[in-house]
């Protein structure tokens, strides 16, 4: 993907909090929001004993029918709703998977991408 996607994702990620995001798809575990034409934010919950359940933020950047996903959902079975969500509703093929820190917030559910790794990359 091109390095002007990655630009893209942190302008985003800036714009977000003063735009009114739209919510494209929500289940009981997975909640995905559009912010800009080729962002999305998808959420996940952990849930936790010191404080309940917690939201999981990570990013989606597409482009010309790519996908590129920043942090995984809490876990895998999240992790396989958002892949099969991306692939079918935004008709985008995964290419890869880019987790920002070691936390279980954003690599909870990486064993699903690499359950998935002849489809696309993980890094």
Not at 17 to 39: D, F, G, I, P, R
Not at 52 to 59: E, L, R, S, Y
Not at 90 to 114: N, P, S, Y
Request: include cysteine; charge should be negative; proline fraction near 2%.
């Amino acid at each position: 993907m091109k390095l002007s996607i990655l630009l893209l994702f942190f302008g985003a990620s800036h714009a977000c909090a003063a735009q009114e995001k739209n919510t494209l798809y929500e289940s009981e575990s997975l909640k995905v929001e559009k912010l800009t034409e080729h962002t999305l934010l998808h959420i996940s919950y952990l849930n936790t004993n010191d404080f309940g359940k917690v939201a999981c933020n990570g990013m989606i950047v597409i482009d010309n029918g790519e996908a590129l996903i920043f942090d995984t959902p809490a876990d895998n079975p999240t992790s396989k709703e958002l892949i099969d969500w991306v692939e079918k509703n935004l008709k985008c093929k995964v290419k890869g998977v880019i987790v920002t820190h070691f936390h279980i917030d954003c690599l909870g559910g990486l064993a699903e991408f690499h359950h998935r790794k002849n489809s696309f990359v993980c890094i």
